[in-house]
């Protein structure tokens, strides 16, 4: 005879995803730093998941202060949500000054591989080379983006904006601290 016993169990997690997502930029980042293969890689991850950790924070602050911000959620770029915190919370963002003069090439990136596709770009460079080596392969705007030092501002700009927003609209936990909080009943069902 066994001595368990049945339980009826009600979980409710909040899962706040921003910080899961800036993690995960984070540990590219790393990645990148230490790795002597997959540079490149880790820094498309890196740069890709700072930019997408920034607009699930912006849909953080907009459900927690924001009334009906399920109706601008799907509606409004990034940069439409950023605009719309800055005038309804009155956050005084400028977008000229760092963190935030980061804000656009960011959200130029995460469009870029967020809506992903096939492209062509024509490159004319000249180059003096000898007999021996390759020619350059021409790589197109967003490869380029994707080197160490992009990967290290833009991971640190855009967890800037997120501790800058943070503290502007008063929420007095850090920013990064709790990735979820759980709650659990379970009642005896014998």
Known sequence: MSDRRTY???????????????????????????????LFY??????????????AYFNHVGS??????EHYERKLSPSEKLDLLNDALKLSIDRGTAPFNDFKRLQWFRNFTAHGRTITETVVEEHKLLD?????????EWERECTLGNARRYSSSARAMIE?????????????????SAEYEAKGKD
Do not use: M
């Open 8 to 38: 009826e169990v009600t979980t409710s997690k909040t899962v706040r995803t921003y910080i899961y997502l800036i993690r995960t930029a984070d540990q590219a980042l790393e990645s990148a730093e230490s790795a002597e293969s997959g």
């Open 42 to 55: 880790n820094c498309l991850s890196c740069i890709t998941f700072a930019a997408f950790a920034l607009e």
């Open 64 to 69: 927690s202060l924001i009334p009906h911000w």
């Open 132 to 140: 021996s080596e390759s020619v350059p392969t021409g790589d197109t």
């Open 164 to 180: 800058q927003v943070h503290t502007s609209v008063g929420f007095s936990d850090f920013a990064f601290s709790q990735q979820f």
